[in-house]
């Protein structure tokens, strides 16, 4: 193995930071053997604070309608091929009911930006999921909104927001999305999200286009910077109704050794082994956890609208990827190691021992 890559490895493991240029240097010279290590030192790292527990969540996608118009995605304002839905209070309530059934205990509801979720619909969807599972985490997805807004969501009890931040270049955000969308305004949200108190997850696709290693390494640096309490990463992967649909598929390999990168910066977060992982290779579930995810979303939505939510071509909803097939997901993860948790699965928050020594000594 590449001398440098070595000890870069070595220094992420050990203090969970690397300069910008050496997150790059890394990016750029993954040999198989320094993914093979990568992998090792982060399924170790998760494994002191997590076992070999994998946490499950149930995924509802309310609604594909979506105001804004990211050039990458199937679902954008401008796809007028898009089958449009969007599922009722009732509908979405009654997700929950049969996830709980099946042993979910956290709820992620995804959507499009749609007008319809307002701030009054979502609470009281809220409200109501907490009230029929006291016991159960609520994630929302929802994409970006007023400080106000996230602060009424949280305060009707919802638990967690993801929004991937995509890309953490401003140059390269704007080449992904439209004028009326920022670099500026999404990283707003994220740290609105968190001093809120939310349990917050960014992300970014990876080998979207235009993406180069050191977009890679701004990404990292973001993540050891922000600490998010989740990440979601996943290839990027082409829609045939997009201005990207004739670019490349992400690289499943790329994908897997930045997630152990990603466990390594941060040993207790929060990470999936994405659906577009699972998409572009038939093992990608299993590929993602051994090399340091531990979180899988199994989709949850009616059966009726799972293929509307085409965020990219072909994108999966059967087999371990749909909710009822959890049996099948449970016997995958067992097949490679692996135990599926049925509880909320919250963020680990591990103290660390060398920090309360200090404080200790300050004091006597
Ligand atoms: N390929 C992979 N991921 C995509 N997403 C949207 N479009 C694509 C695509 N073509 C991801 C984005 C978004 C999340 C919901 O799905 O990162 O935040």
Do not use: W
């Amino acid at each position: 193995m590449d001398k440098k890559d070595l000890i870069l490895i070595e220094k992420l493991e050990k203090e969970h930071s690397l300069l910008l240029s050496e997150y790059e240097y890394l990016i750029e010279n993954l040999t198989d053997d320094a993914i093979a290590l990568l992998a090792e030192k982060a399924v170790s790292a998760r494994k002191k604070v997590y076992k070999n527990h994998v946490y499950i969540r149930g995924l509802i996608e309310i609604s594909n309608i979506c105001k804004n118009d990211c050039y990458y995605c199937g679902i954008r304002r401008s796809n007028t091929a898009c089958n449009r839905y969007r599922l009722t209070p009732d509908e979405i309530l009654s997700c929950c009911r049969a996830g709980y059934e099946l042993g979910f205990r956290t709820f992620v509801l995804q959507g499009g930006e749609d007008k319809y979720f307002s701030d009054d619909v979502v609470c009281d969807i809220v409200l109501k999921i907490k009230e029929n599972h006291p016991d159960c985490a609520v994630t929302l997805s929802l994409g970006e909104r007023s400080k106000e807004s996230y602060q009424r969501l949280y305060d009707a009890g919802a638990d967690r927001y993801l929004l991937r931040h995509e890309t953490a270049d401003d140059k390269h955000y704007g080449f992904l999305h439209p004028d009326e969308m920022s670099f500026k305004n999404r990283i707003a949200c994220l740290k609105n999200l968190k001093e809120i108190g939310y349990q917050v997850g960014c992300g970014f696709m990876v080998g979207s286009p235009g993406q180069k290693a050191e977009h890679l390494a701004k990404d990292l640096k973001f993540i050891e910077e922000f600490k998010p309490d989740m990440c979601g990463i996943g290839p990027f992967v082409p829609h045939h109704a997009t201005k990207f649909a004739d670019e490349k598929t992400g690289s499943a390999k790329l994908t897997c050794a930045l997630l152990s990168i990603i466990r390594l910066i941060s040993p207790n977060i929060l990470l999936p082994s994405t659906t577009a992982l699972g998409t572009i290779l038939a093992d990608g579930r299993e590929r993602g956890i051994l090399a340091g995810a531990n979180v899988v979303m199994p989709n949850l939505s009616p059966e009726s609208v799972r293929k509307k939510y085409e965020l990219y071509n072909n994108k999966i909803s059967e087999g371990p990827e749909a909710a009822e097939q959890k049996d099948e997901l449970v016997k995958r993860m067992k097949e490679i190691g692996y135990e599926v948790i049925t509880d909320r699965g919250d963020i680990k928050k591990v103290v660390q021992k060398n920090v309360h020594t200090t404080q200790g000594k300050e004091k006597a």
